[in-house]
C-alpha cells in the first residue's frame, strides 16, 4: 500500500495492516449514514464498493457498520492472488 494512503488512514482512523490485508476502522460513515433506517443504503454502498475493489484485485468484508448499531464501521480489505 502507498505510504501516502497508509498516513491519510490514520489519520481518519484506525488501520492494521497485515501482509496482503488490511482492517480499518472508521469511526464514522464515509457515506454519512447514521441510524438503523439506512441499513439499506448501507448495504447498496458496500456492494458498490465489493465491485470496485474487486475490480482492483480486492475483495471487501465487512464486519461491522454504525447502522447495525456498532461505533465503528470495519472492514477487512484482502488482496486477491489470481489462481494459476
Keep these: 500500500m502507498p505510504k501516502s494512503i497508509e498516513v491519510f488512514m490514520r489519520m481518519t482512523g484506525r488501520?492494521?495492516?497485515a501482509g496482503?490485508?488490511?482492517?480499518?476502522?472508521?469511526?464514522?460513515?464515509p457515506y454519512g449514514f447514521t441510524g438503523s433506517e439506512h441499513q439499506r443504503p448501507c448495504d447498496t454502498a458496500m456492494d458498490?464498493?465489493?465491485?470496485m475493489l474487486r475490480r482492483c484485485g480486492a475483495e471487501l468484508t465487512?464486519?461491522?457498520?454504525?447502522?447495525?448499531g456498532a461505533e465503528r464501521c470495519r472492514m477487512l480489505?484482502?488482496?486477491?492472488?489470481p489462481q494459476r
Design 15 to 17: 488501520l492494521h495492516v
Design 20 to 29: 496482503d490485508e488490511f482492517v480499518l476502522h472508521l469511526p464514522y460513515c
Design 48 to 51: 458498490l464498493d465489493r465491485i
Design 62 to 68: 465487512i464486519t461491522d457498520t454504525i447502522p447495525k
Design 77 to 81: 480489505i484482502r488482496q486477491v492472488h
